[in-house]
Structures are given as C-alpha cells and as structure tokens.
C-alpha cells in the first residue's frame, strides 16, 4: 500500500473541504522513521507535511485530524517568506529545547484553530491515541507545549458548538 497517497488523498480532501487559503497551493507529505527526529507525530515546514511511519496505525478519523492540525499550520506558514519561514522553523525547534513558552502559543493557537474549523472530533480521536501510546512524562511535556488533551478538546468542542463565545 502506498500510505504518502493515501495520506495526499486526505490532504486533498481536507483542503476541498475547509482550507480555503491553500485551494491553489501544492502541499506535500513526506514520511520518515521515527528515529530520525523522536518528537514528530507530524510537523510542517512551508508547505510540507512531514510524518513519520507511525501515522500508518492510524485510523482514518486520527489521521484526518492529524492533517487538519497541520493543515492550520500550513496557512500560517504561506503567509512568510523563504528567510522568515527558515527562522520561524528554526525558533520553533530551538524552543522545543530552550523555552517552550513560543511552542506553547503556536502549537495551542493551531490546535483551537484546527477546532475551530471543525475537526474537533478527528483531532480528539489523534490525542485520544496519542494519550493511549505516550507515557505520562511525554504527555506532560506535550501538554506544557500547547497541545491540548482530549479532555481539553471535549470541552472546546462543547463551547463551539453550543456557544462559540471562544472562536
């Protein structure tokens, strides 16, 4: 099975769908192992999505919501050039090492947005696994970073659907 067109189709899919800003635009998946950065669920560098094997087990609804996250990620990053993009990506890692208060905002911004956008329910299921596989230490790491748990998840769902007092 070829899992990077598999992964395009949803790409594709998602951009159809709700990614108006990226209709005109190429964006590309790249899979990688694991070993080579041990962080990566999936992360973006202009309009690449770069996922390791991992993404394979799962199911589509996570995958979606995976790419969906990365996705918001992609419309941020056209808005920057080459130069500004290079620096973005290499501050982003650099705080994932030094200061995570800058991870914190832009992985925290892209997940409320990725909601907002209305794929609550696929990013849920991706944090749902995620919490299952990861060990508590990591979560806690990932968690000071901005990502949301799906508890955290579940209640901006509700607050969107029934209020969207946040969005």
């Known amino acids: 099975m070829d899992f990077k067109q598999e992964y395009q189709k949803i790409i594709n899919s998602l951009i159809k769908e709700n990614f108006p800003k990226l209709k005109n635009k190429e964006v590309n998946v790249?899979?990688?192992p694991k070993y080579v950065v041990w962080w990566v669920g999936g992360f973006v560098f202009k309009?690449?999505?770069?996922?390791?094997?991992?993404v394979r087990n799962l199911d589509?609804?996570?995958?979606?919501g995976l790419f969906a996250n990365e996705l918001c990620h992609v419309e941020d990053s056209i808005k920057r050039n080459y130069f500004q993009e290079s620096m973005q990506f290499i501050r982003e890692n650099l705080s994932w090492l030094f200061n995570t208060k800058f991870s914190f905002n832009i992985e925290r911004k892209t997940e409320l947005k990725t909601i907002r956008k209305g794929y609550g329910k696929e990013l849920y299921e991706f944090s749902s696994k995620r919490e299952r596989k990861k060990s508590k230490q990591v979560l806690e790491s990932l968690y000071k970073r901005g990502y949301l748990s799906p508890k955290q998840i579940k209640f901006f769902i509700i607050i969107k659907t029934n209020k969207?007092?946040?969005?």
Request: hydrophobic share 55%; charged share 25%.
């Open 30 to 32: 790249l899979e990688i």
């Open 47 to 54: 309009r690449f999505i770069i996922v390791t094997f991992a």
């Open 60 to 64: 589509k609804k996570s995958q979606r």
């Open 164 to 167: 969207n007092i946040l969005f």
